[in-house]
């Protein structure tokens, strides 16, 4: 039997966001950089802010360092990175 060649399928929607990442510009060290979608802005959602003598105190912290894009679409995605212990 012959060896036959397989023409390349088109990438699933996760190959291609991880070609999308792998294409963005290097980012700098600590920055944040969500691993789901690449984005690179937080959002941080509190709940009670309110002004007391002219400053601004801040509630209760709901999410925090949350990718924004995936916000939009309704899905946590925690942007800090997991830390694996020895």
């Given at each position: 039997?012959?060896?036959?060649?397989?023409?390349?399928?088109?990438?699933?929607?996760?190959?291609?966001?991880?070609?999308?990442?792998r294409?963005?510009?290097?980012?700098?060290?600590?920055?944040?950089?969500?691993?789901?979608?690449?984005?690179?802005?937080?959002?941080t959602?509190t709940?009670?802010?309110y002004f007391k003598?002219?400053?601004r105190?801040?509630?209760?912290v709901?999410?925090?360092?949350?990718?924004?894009?995936?916000f939009?679409?309704?899905?946590?995605?925690?942007?800090?990175?997991?830390?694996?212990?020895?």
């Amino acid at each position: 039997m012959p060896l036959q060649l397989v023409p390349p399928s088109e990438p699933s929607h996760e190959e291609k966001v991880r070609q999308r990442v792998r294409s963005m510009p290097k980012r700098q060290d600590g920055m944040l950089q969500c691993n789901r979608c690449g984005c690179r802005t937080s959002l941080t959602t509190t709940n009670g802010t309110y002004f007391k003598d002219g400053r601004r105190i801040n509630g209760t912290v709901i999410e925090k360092d949350v990718c924004a894009n995936c916000f939009k679409d309704g899905i946590k995605s925690s942007m800090l990175p997991t830390i694996k212990p020895a």
